[in-house]
């Protein structure tokens, strides 16, 4: 049956990539349908997230690094399982119609992406705010541009996300970061530290929401507090939610920082993609939500001539993965926190490292300052390859990718354990 093709809800699949593609039957879509269940099919046996998939010799960035070694990489923020099966099959039956000229985003597209934020964040968002972007990186480059003048301050806290610390640097900006803290089991804003290091020229404050690579999900009453901050010293809000479809833990509810009231909406450059979430970030589409019509078009002014459009392929996977990805989304979300909470489990256990639960995202931050040593060319040496915390502010510390199969990560867990037995 190999190549044969399938017609369903006008997405065109192949079963001709292994072990992935399944028929879109709408009765498959309540999850686990009697009917699939006496057939044997459940939503987990066909997403198969156990299966190790060879990314060696695609020319991904997160496994080249340490190619022709041993190292297993657990430091690029992407996951090592298949994109959900309806977006590779929209991306087939784009493929075969077999002409990629200039494309802009599609109808159908924008208004999926207002149904999901209504749906699941309650957020009412109007299709005229959304400005397309082919990365979130180029959405933080180009909200420092368009915000304020050079020399302006553009706050941060630390640790974050690498390209929050050279965003403003590229644009002309001054940097200004305020360490989180700590507070039991829990790292949270330092909104004292944060009113002390606004100055008079501090435009912009760039917020990770869920945090990477701290793993919060924040509550409603931290952002209101902190954009209570923002909207006294008359500075606007970017928030980076690119995790935001990755909220782990079951007590948390991610809060879109613009939703909070109409007069944070307008100070608010909300920045959103599908990358994260259903694992395509090579196929580069994202989006900002720019409800204030004089802060979008300040944007768009900033971003007019330099950044190029999305391509038609990433328009096609973000479609896709919006208007059919949830049963899938839900499935890994499941797996995930069996990931986290083994993760948890191991580096709790070890004498020399430690780390808090993640809430949110598939990345676990990890103290390792009682090593007395860098941590990172330790591990390596170890055959773990894992992201360094002094590029996210943070000297001692590194980020564990948990978005794998669980062999993969057991193997890496194994591996820094003995390592940390030999000291």
Known sequence: MSGKRVCGRGLLYRRDISEVLFYLDPRFRGDDSIENK??????????????V????????????????????????????????????AALHRRVDHGVF?????????????????????????????????????????????????????????????PPFLSAPGFSGRSLQTVPMKLDGSRWVFDFDALKDAVTDRTRLFILCSPHNPLGRVFSRQELETLTEICLAHDIVICSDEIHCGLVL????????????????????????????????????????VIPHGELRRSFQKAAAGIVPHVNTLGYTAAEAAYRYGEPWRRSLI????????????????????????????YLAWIDARALGMEPVPFFEKAGVGLSDGSDFGAEGFVRLNFGCPGKILDEALNRMVKALDTL
């Open 249 to 288: 833990d079951e007590s948390c509810r991610h809060v879109p920082t613009a939703s909070l009231n109409p007069e944070v909406a307008s100070r608010t450059i909300t920045l959103l993609a599908p990358s994260k979430t259903y694992n395509i970030p090579g196929l580069a589409c994202s989006f900002a």
């Open 334 to 361: 499941d797996y995930l926190r069996g990931n986290r909470d083994r993760t948890f489990s191991v580096i709790q256990g070890t004498r020399n490292l430690s780390t808090t639960p993640v809430e949110g995202t």
């Open 101 to 161: 000229g200039y494309t802009g985003p599609p109808d159908s597209l924008v208004e999926t992406v207002l149904e999901n934020l209504d749906r699941n964040f309650s957020w009412k968002v109007e299709g005229d705010w959304i400005v397309w972007l082919p990365g979130l990186v180029t959405g933080l480059n180009v909200a420092c541009r368009s915000v304020g003048r050079e020399g302006d301050g553009v706050m941060t806290t630390v640790p974050v996300y």
């Open 38 to 51: 006496r057939k044997g099919m459940t939503v987990q046996s066909v997403y198969k997230w156990n299966k």
């Open 53 to 88: 998939i060879d990314r060696r010799g695609t020319a991904s960035v997160k496994w080249d690094r340490y190619r022709n070694t041993p190292v297993l990489p657990m430091w690029l923020a992407d996951m090592d399982f298949m994109a959900p099966p309806e977006v590779l």
